[in-house]
């Protein structure tokens, strides 16, 4: 059974850190990219980064050198290290698997097959 469990998300000032996690499983690391997306009310779900099979890592324009994604393939695990928060950041965060999902441009593009987690509230205050 394919699952993604996110889990990590709190409320922290502006300038602060946060480290999020999902546990993937299900899913064939040589077939599958992993991401991480976010949704502020009111507005539509957009790309933040997105990490190969290889572990080639790709990125939002809005987050490049404050967001780092990575994994832990013994553990199952995708992280977001979010450094430098603004209020702007504040969202409900989403881990995500498709097998063409990733970042360019200021975009991260994927395919009709893209599977959700169920998300992680981060607030971000000012």
């Known amino acids: 059974q394919q699952q993604l469990m996110e889990s990590g998300g709190d409320s922290v000032q502006a300038g602060g850190s946060l480290r999020l996690s999902c546990l993937v499983s299900g899913y064939t690391a040589s077939t599958y990219n992993l991401g991480w997306f976010r949704q502020a009310p009111g507005k539509e779900r957009e790309g933040v980064a997105a990490i190969d099979n290889d572990g080639g890592a790709s990125y939002a324009d809005s987050v490049k050198g404050r967001f780092t994604i990575s994994k832990d393939n013994a553990k199952n695990t995708l992280y977001l290290q979010m450094n430098n928060l603004k209020p702007e950041d504040t969202a409900m965060y989403y881990c995500?698997?498709?097998?063409?999902?990733?970042?360019?441009?200021?975009?991260?593009?994927?395919?009709?097959?893209?599977?959700w987690g169920q998300g992680t509230q981060v607030t971000v205050s000012s």
């Open positions: 995500a698997a498709d097998p063409l999902l990733y970042c360019s441009g200021g975009y991260c593009y994927y395919s009709e097959t893209i599977n």
